[in-house]
Structure formats: structure tokens, C-alpha cells
């Protein structure tokens, strides 16, 4: 299995938002953990799948982002491999 990736989603600054991103996630790997930045509208996500694609993601999270009012995204040069 790959090592965990960690990145940014943008727009999801909330408790609500990060249980959608859980959610979004969870069909195609493991949410180690979810930091909200209220500040900053964004939750930093600590990701593993046997598969760990962005583009997979992005897809996933422009899903589940209709209806919410957000555009949930992978924020751009935030995804690397955790430590």
C-alpha cells in the first residue's frame, strides 16, 4: 500500500464540511484524521488507499460538493506525501 498522502481541501472549513469530505473520501481509501482551519475555510486531510490518486479526489469531492453551496477541491500544490 502506498505511504498517506496530507493535503488541503479547500472550502471546507466546518464540521459539516469535513464529515462531507470524510464521506466523499471513504469509498476510495482511509481518513487517518480531518483538521478544520476555520480561518482559512479549509480542512487539511490525512488520506491512505491502496490507490492514491488526486485526480480521484477531486472527482469525489466535486460530487460530493452539490447542493452544499462549496466547491470542495484539492487545493493546488498541497498534496505530498505525509511524514
Known amino acids: 500500500m502506498p505511504p498517506p498522502v496530507?493535503?488541503?481541501v479547500e472550502q471546507a472549513g466546518c464540521e459539516s464540511c469535513a464529515a462531507r469530505v470524510r464521506?466523499?473520501?471513504s469509498p476510495l481509501g482511509t481518513v487517518a484524521g480531518i483538521e478544520i482551519d476555520e480561518a482559512a475555510d479549509?480542512?487539511?486531510?490525512r488520506f491512505t488507499a491502496?490507490?492514491?490518486d488526486e485526480d480521484a479526489v477531486n472527482r469525489a469531492l466535486l460530487e460530493v460538493s452539490h447542493g452544499s453551496g462549496h466547491a470542495y477541491r484539492v487545493k493546488?500544490?498541497?498534496w505530498q506525501p505525509a511524514v
Open 50 to 52: 491502496s490507490v492514491v
Open 6 to 8: 496530507v493535503f488541503e
Open 76 to 78: 493546488p500544490g498541497s
Open 23 to 25: 464521506d466523499a473520501l
Open 42 to 45: 479549509a480542512a487539511t486531510v
